[in-house]
């Protein structure tokens, strides 16, 4: 699978667990994407999945680098749903 695909995947993943914010975006908490068990399946390396998509503007949080516990209640913005 490429990255392009990767991250289509992680836009319908984040639909579906994210909440529609007021200007049209979608927010998830990173603890639900990652304790999420369809994509602990889905994704191989969730993280680089999400860094892929903040380089391309499709996603955006705040933090450079991404840990289970420590960053679960970091907000990962769909900027383009």
């Known amino acids: ?5 990767e991250i289509g995947r992680l836009k319908e ?3 579906r667990l994210g909440l529609p914010q007021s200007d049209g975006s979608v927010s998830v908490k990173f603890g639900t994407l990652f304790n999420d068990e369809r994509c602990a399946n889905l994704f191989e390396a969730l993280v680089g999945t999400l860094r ?3 380089k391309r503007k499709i996603v ?5 680098m ?16």
Do not use: R, T
């Open 60 to 64: 955006k949080f705040d933090a450079e």
């Open 13 to 15: 993943e984040i639909m």
């Open 1 to 5: 699978m490429n990255v392009d695909e």
């Open 52 to 54: 892929a998509a903040k």
């Open 66 to 81: 991404l840990f289970q516990g420590m960053h679960d209640n970091v907000d990962i913005v769909l900027v383009k749903p």
